[in-house]
């Protein structure tokens, strides 16, 4: 199990996500809906189907509000906007205030900053809540399936119509050797953190990775980040990853490409690790690892054999296009059994099993339209196709792209650093993908994925006013873009012609 740190803070969000002495209600004879797991899917599923009248149980082993509140995306976005605000105040003096370069970074305080935040969050995802104002059945325990329609919890049997599987996933550890011994930090841990790392090492360069190596060195811990790829997050535009591969240098990141991590082995307070990069070894000395190379399905001790559910230890749990199991009576949502590891598409998931498992739906998830984004500085968001299958298909589509240095509000702010880029079918309007580097690139992808999830043309896009300055501007400006392209040279030669002829 988890633990959190265990200050003021911790405390009031533990009597949120896991109540001391929390009762067990008695069970109903039978249930709607059993959920196993209260992380995003989970929860979503569980108060979705319970407004709608249905009577539900939800059964978490942990902690309520799962990865995504204690672990993930709420204290990341919480410690990396410390991250910025000290970075910002460090470079201002383009801006003309003076000093920055001498300010006093409080970690400690940072840190206590985030927890705080968490902690009033983590009301919103409490058990007191879902059990009080939304009349779920709440249960903290080991839930296990006992048959196809029944699970136990703390000696106690449910049993459902539907239930769903929504347990998640976990931080798994590369398999090197001393790294277990020697000890290392994960997102489970990084932020249970009072004190900062001068020597960081980060294993992994996707977003967890990335963003945490980014926010340690701009507190001021000197990190080296090693992977065994090309480049920074694989799944990304290359332009964008080689972007950001500069800023990271800019900032002082050792950044160790094509690497790997050896061994481990701990020298009294130190770490150190043995790196190997083209085929030469260096040891570097840390006081810290955080390792960010993975994450591994929760399908342990659930009895999913009993209930007749496939899975795969390292893959998850088995799941047609509807969300359904190997039993047709129990569906997953989430980490658990998607590629799709964010909270959002956690969310769009659970949506589309409360209306296949309690109402005959047919939803897809293939269906969904799924942006993403890594909260790097810039952030790099991303729907729909990717550069490199754009480019294998470049007889079929047409791809666009606008740097920021183009849009005013970026030169204006000082963040001009970045691009819009846009994969159309070839011929015409309609968007397969897009890329957005910038400051804030995951506020601005969701009028993309609004497009493309309604079949909007980039024209659609075009015709509707944005305000001026902003950096959303980009967006537009690839739509001008593609009207321009429209133009070819003998449209152009039948304007003239016309034009001349009134002018004549």
Known sequence: MAHLPGDRYDQALQGHVRPPGWPDPEPAWRYDLVVVGAGTAGLVTAAGAASLGARVALVERNLMGGDCLNFGCVPSKGILRAARAVHDARNASEFGVAGGEWLVFDFPRAMERMRRLRAGIGAHDSAARFRDTLGVDVFIGEGRF??????????????????????????????VPGLAEAGCLTNETVFSLTALPPR?????????????????????????????????????????????????????ITVCLGATTESVRRDGNEIIAA???????????????????????????????????????????????????????????????????????????????????????????????????????????????????????????????????????????????????????????????????????????????????NGLGLSAIGKTIHPYPTQAEAVRKLADAYARNRLTPFVKRLFSAWFGWRTG
């Open 200 to 252: 960081l090492l980060v294993i992994g360069a996707g977003p967890v990775g990335c963003e945490m190596a980014q926010a340690f060195a701009r507190f001021g811990s000197r990190v080296t980040l090693v992977t065994r790829g090309s480049g920074l997050l694989p799944r990304e535009d290359l332009d964008a990853t080689r972007l950001l591969h500069d800023v990271f240098v800019r900032e002082g």
């Open 146 to 175: 006992t048959g196809r329609d029944s699970l136990s919890v703390n000696g106690r049997r449910l049993r459902f119509r539907k239930a769903a599987i929504c347990t998640g996933a976990r931080a798994s550890l590369p398999p």
């Open 275 to 453: 790196i190997r990069t083209a085929g030469e070894m260096q040891e570097v000395r840390v006081d810290a690892i955080l390792v960010g190379t993975g994450r591994l399905p929760n399908v342990e001790g659930l009895g999913l054999e009993a209930a007749g559910v496939d899975f795969e230890p390292g893959v998850g749990v088995k799941v047609d296009d509807r969300l359904r199991t190997t039993n047709p009576g129990i569906f997953a949502a989430g980490d658990i059994c998607s590629r799709y590891r964010f909270t959002h598409a956690a969310d769009a998931q659970a949506r589309i099993l409360i209306a296949n498992a309690l109402f005959f739906g047919r939803r897809k998830a293939s269906a969904l339209t799924i942006p993403w984004c890594t909260y790097t500085d810039p952030e790099i968001a991303h729907v729909g196709m990717i550069a490199r299958d754009a480019q294998e298909k470049e007889s079929q589509v047409t791809t666009l792209t606008v740097p920021l240095s183009e849009v005013d509000r970026a030169v204006l702010d000082g963040e001009a650093e970045g691009f819009a880029r846009i994969h159309l079918i070839k011929g015409t309007d309609r968007i397969l993908g897009a890329t957005l580097v910038a400051a804030h690139a995951g506020e601005m992808i969701g009028e993309i994925s609004l497009a493309m999830t």
